[in-house]
């Protein structure tokens, strides 16, 4: 019964921000001489996906870290619409959602690529050459870790996998592993992601 009066409680407020929204365009365009015009198609629709991400959780502090996961999985990364309309809905500044999502590495704040890199930087990586194997990406893709490339196929970052002695050093691109990568493979490995 509470989820059912939870999502009533957030579309009329979704209906009630929609309402402020289309009076303040209208005074706007009644102000320049221009009759009121329709609020566009897409606003409508970026407030019902941002209501279906939220409608199964309760309006309380403990859910801010699973609706922002929600909201990256959805996404993949956190706008700033995101933590807007997860700070309205939780009745919390803007600045606690932020500083709660910067807070934790696994957040997003920038469009990643369709193509996520991840090189290993455990001990056993790094002895075994894994910074050869990011000095080879760099080169290949002109980008650094926590980069993507300009035509957002790839992203890049430098993770610590648990002890990976035996298939160190290793590679992670989406969810398929490499093991003992070489620099000379790298240019044979991203050719399938292109």
Known sequence: MS???SYYKL???ANTSFKLLEKSINAYYHQIGIKSLPIPLYHQKMVKNAMSLMEQFARHRSNLIPLLRRFQEAKKFLSPEAITDISNFLDLSENDVYSVASFYNQFRFARPGNHIIKVCFCNTCYLQGSESILESIESELNIRPGQTTCDLKFSMEKVTF???SVLAPLMVIDQDVYTKMTPARIKEVLARYT
Request: hydrophobic share 35%; with cysteine; charged share 35%.
């Open 3 to 5: 989820q059912f009066y």
């Open 11 to 13: 579309e009329d407020a």
């Open 162 to 164: 648990a002890d990976c």
